[in-house]
């Protein structure tokens, strides 16, 4: 099957941006990982990054039937976009909803996501090791599907 790993704002910026909270991992590096993770487990992965809302709810949409789920490391539009959660309750995809960081042990305003709420799940806290777990995730979600 193949999965999408979907970033968007300001994670084109990993590695350089605040580190001591999002560490020194390139985006680049970390797309690379989620390639050599998919492999291993004998699925593809497309990666794709946008800072612009609506590209990311295109993508959302263009990802049905294209792709068995999607990793959605959201950004700040985790706590605001309500048109990204309408775009995945709308098209059903599987999401795993992704955080570098521990959103719960940082500002009360990133403690509310509106992804959460149509995703499976949630990893968060992790570092980049969250989008491998997250992949793991969706193939078992994938499993529990019958495919
Ligand atoms: C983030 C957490 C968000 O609150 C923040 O706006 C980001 C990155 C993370 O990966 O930890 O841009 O999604």
């Known amino acids: 099957a193949s999965f999408l790993v979907l970033n968007g704002p300001n994670l084109n910026l990993l590695g350089q941006r605040q580190p001591d909270i999002y560490g020194s991992t390139t985006l680049d590096q970390i797309e690379a990982q989620c390639l050599d993770h998919g492999a291993r487990l004998g699925h593809d992965v497309v990666c794709v990054q946008s800072n612009h809302e609506g590209a990311l709810i295109?993508?959302?949409?263009?990802?049905?039937?294209?792709?068995?789920?999607?990793?959605?490391?959201?950004?700040?539009?985790?706590?605001?976009?309500?048109?990204?959660?309408?775009?995945i309750a709308a098209t059903e995809l599987p999401v795993v909803e992704l955080h570098l960081s521990n959103i719960h042990a940082r500002e009360p305003f990133r403690h509310k996501s509106y992804i959460a709420s149509v995703a499976i799940g949630q990893i968060c806290g992790f570092g980049p090791r969250g989008y491998l777990l997250a992949l793991d995730a969706l193939v078992g979600n994938l499993r529990d599907r019958g495919g």
């Not at 959302?60 to 789920?69: F, S, Y």
């Not at 309500?82 to 775009?87: E, P, R, T, W």
């Open 58 to 87: 295109d993508a959302i949409h263009q990802a049905r039937g294209v792709h068995a789920g999607c990793v959605l490391n959201a950004g700040a539009y985790t706590h605001t976009s309500i048109g990204l959660m309408d775009a």
